[in-house]
């Protein structure tokens, strides 16, 4: 398997050639205009000058009678080949001192004999050459074309030349910096190799170990990510420790009682009719208790792993908020609680699941009478707008303190209070509202007492 070293040393590298042939071709490119160019400007300016010098010295004799008599002039300007050519196209005299037959004239000798310079660049007698053509005046009137050739082989041998060393250049440059990515790919893999060392320990379950932090990039906020998580496993694992001995109390409390109980009755000392009754009445009442925190546990396992599903109906939240307050107005006078239900009268139908909504205010108002002292007071109201409606159950318990309240809605989490059950009262409130696509929003205040408001959607009264 290929690993991320090569991938990345490979993809440099691939950058770099590419990077280093794009500037390669460009700089021989330039290299080769520049050449051609000094050729082609240094023609230029020898052929304007014989061209001139013609119209101002030898453009009253006919060119036929100049090149018999004053043909030299013509090439004593510049060392190229030169052809002179009349104003039909046929080059009449080259400074090789021949008469060529007529050919076919190139585009810079159509050029010129139209009245421009013109320029060819070509293969003469197998030989890559340069041509610039000048139009001969004579009283306003071209007669005929000056053209100077040159060879372009030196220019081309001095090009590849220099090509040669940039090519060398370029590979050096290319074998420089591909050792460098091999030391760039480092630097992103010997940290990342860390992480992966400290994600491996954590597999194993060794949460204490944490991953070294070295720059302010990607790999350092993988390094925070990671150690983030250790920190909130090890958070979970104590508070699901915590969870399982506080329901372990918890249940072995009313077992400890049955069993005391049935033992007790068992003995026939104490077979009186009055001691069957407490006995049988306190065994009944602690199986309830038992089986309520059973199917709390039920209830808890079934939302976190996604098997409950709410069943929708029209709920009558006047009655069933009424059925709330009577549950409850018998344990408030019992432990003189002033508990008051306020919701107005045209309260409407909400299509949710009853029995659920029920369960969640039920959990969340023994909260509140949990952690209320006699005197004190909860009340329970109920709001309508257009698009949600809005439930709110106050206290004037203890409270619960600012470090606390982030977490109280956390699965296994049991607060500090002695008060305090089995830590997953709150989260199977927060599972419901999950469900029924609203939100629960906590607020306290310790000795203040705590106000939970739970946030349901409302699509609005129908306009019957």
């Given amino acids: 398997m290929k690993g ?18 794009i500037l390669e071709v460009m700089l021989i490119y330039t290299v080769q205009q520049n050449y051609y160019d000094s050729l082609r400007g240094n023609l230029t300016n020898q052929i304007k000058i014989s061209a001139d010098m013609y119209s101002k010295y030898y453009s009253d004799t006919s060119l036929e009678n100049n090149i018999l008599y004053n043909v030299d002039a013509f090439w004593n300007q510049s060392n190229a080949l030169v052809e002179i050519v009349n104003s039909e196209g046929r080059i009449v005299m080259d400074s090789s001192g021949t008469f060529p037959d007529l050919h076919e004239a190139t585009e810079d000798i159509q050029t010129a004999l139209k009245g421009k310079m013109g320029e060819w660049t070509g293969k003469m007698s197998g030989r890559k050459v340069m041509s610039v053509a000048y139009p001969l005046t004579s009283g306003g009137k071209v007669v005929g074309a000056l053209r100077f050739i040159a060879s372009t082989e030196e220019i ?41 060392e400290a994600a491996e320990s954590m597999a194993e379950g060794n949460f204490k170990i944490r991953s070294r932090k070295k720059r302010n990039d990607e790999i350092g906020k993988l390094s925070d990510t990671l150690n983030y998580m250790a920190d909130e496993i090890i958070r979970r694992e104590q508070l699901k420790n915590d969870f399982i001995t506080s329901v372990s109390h918890e249940l072995r409390t009313p077992l400890t009682s049955i069993m005391g109980w049935a033992l007790t009755l068992q003995n026939e000392r104490f077979r009186q009719e009055e001691t069957l009754t407490d006995g049988l009445g306190i065994i009944a009442k602690e199986s ?23 069943e929708y109906e029209e709920v009558d939240l006047a009655g069933l908020l009424s ?60 709001e309508v707008s257009e698009k949600e409606l809005k439930f709110c159950i106050s206290d004037t318990g203890c409270g619960i303190s600012a470090e606390e309240l982030p977490m109280v809605k956390e699965k296994f989490y049991k607060g500090r209070s002695s008060m305090s059950k089995n830590g997953i009262g709150l989260s199977i409130c927060e599972e419901i509202v999950n469900q029924m696509k609203g939100r629960m929003e906590i607020e306290s205040e310790i000795g203040a007492g705590t106000q939970v408001t739970v946030i349901l959607p409302f699509k609005g009264r129908s306009n019957d």
């Fill in 323 to 382: 059925d709330i307050r009577k549950q409850f107005m018998m344990r408030a006078v019992r432990e003189n609680i002033d508990f008051t239900v306020n919701c107005g009268k045209d309260l409407p139908d909400l299509k949710t699941d009853g029995n659920r909504l029920k369960q969640l205010f039920i959990n969340i108002l023994d909260n509140a009478f949990n952690f209320t002292n006699a005197g004190g007071s909860v009340c329970f109201e109920a």
């Fill in 288 to 310: 309830g208790r038992l089986t309520g925190m059973v199917e709390e546990l039920l209830d808890f396992s079934k939302f976190v792993s996604g098997r409950i599903k709410l």
């Fill in 156 to 196: 081309d041998k001095s090009i590849k030349s220099t090509a040669n060393v940039f090519i060398i250049i370029g590979v050096f440059v290319i074998l420089i910096l591909g050792l460098l990515s091999v030391f760039l790919a480092d630097t992103i893999l010997v940290p990342l190799k860390e992480v992966t």
């Fill in 4 to 21: 991320i070293r090569w991938r990345l040393t490979v993809n440099f590298i691939i950058v770099i050639m590419v990077s280093v042939t």
